[in-house]
């Protein structure tokens, strides 16, 4: 299953390439026909650590991750060395004053502490 989503992940950055060049072929130029709310559908059934990544395809794709209605972190996904960049990732994510389509957001750690401050304090009291 992860093999698929990282196949199809390399497939919508040859895509974009393919577009920004001008040398698409016919199921590129459908993909980026489609409108942003299916691709942000689409992009649900990736891991978020890769559609984050898809940010770098192309100035379309740049900010298309932070309407995703889903957003899964799992403790498996990220070193112990890189669990502050994540506490600061999720921190400034939920903070978006945007038009955010975030609808359900997951968490799952062992050993990141939640700051009670800002977003951390106002989830805690959710």
């Given amino acids: 299953m992860e093999e698929d989503a990282e ?18 072929d016919r199921s590129c130029s459908r993909l980026s026909e489609l409108p ?10 990736f891991r978020t650590k890769d559609v984050v990544k898809t940010s770098v395809l192309s100035k379309r794709w740049r900010n298309l991750w932070k309407f995703v209605p889903r957003l899964d972190l799992g403790y498996g996904e990220f070193p112990e060395s890189e669990y502050d960049a994540v506490v ?17 957001f997951s968490l799952k750690s062992e050993s990141v502490e939640l700051k009670e401050d800002g977003v951390w304090g106002e989830l805690d009291d959710a």
Avoid: T
């Fill in 88 to 104: 600061s990732f999720v921190d400034r994510f939920l903070g978006f004053e945007s038009d955010s389509k975030l609808q359900e």
């Fill in 36 to 45: 942003d709310s299916l691709l942000c559908e689409v992009l649900v059934y």
């Fill in 7 to 24: 196949n199809h992940l390399i497939l919508l950055a040859n895509c974009a390439v393919a577009n920004q060049i001008g040398q698409s």
